[in-house]
Nanobody
């Protein structure tokens, strides 16, 4: 699976940004991870192509919303009320059920897109 992510940028605290990721084909689930400087990769959110609800890490619940456009094989991550601690490189990922549970094994990865949130 090839994944093409876009939409990163720089915003101020409290701002919003939307990431997009186009997949070359559908797997069971698609989602986002992030990696901040000096830190490990962290699960952010995931959704199943055949489902409607997203799965989120606790720190983004209520602020981030994952959605998809099946007709365009595209997944979105709407990020609102951004905080400086959201600053990271965000990676789109595709895989099986494990991704929906936040696992990062056996996934296809897109290139990263940078988000910087300034205070």
């Amino acid at each position: 699976v090839q994944l093409q992510a876009s939409g990163g940028g720089s915003v101020q605290t409290g701002g919003s940004l939307r990431l997009s990721c186009v997949a070359s084909k559908r797997t069971i689930a698609v989602g986002w991870f992030r990696q901040a400087p000096g830190k490990g990769r962290e699960f952010v959110a995931a959704i199943k192509w055949g489902g409607f609800s997203g799965a989120y890490t606790d720190s983004v619940k209520g602020r981030f919303t994952i959605s998809k456009d099946n007709a365009k094989d595209t997944v979105f991550l709407q990020m609102d009320r951004l905080r400086p601690e959201d600053t990271a490189t965000y990676y789109c990922a595709a895989g099986g059920d494990g991704l929906f549970r936040g696992l990062d094994s056996q996934l296809s990865w897109g290139q990263g897109t940078q988000l910087t949130v300034s205070s």
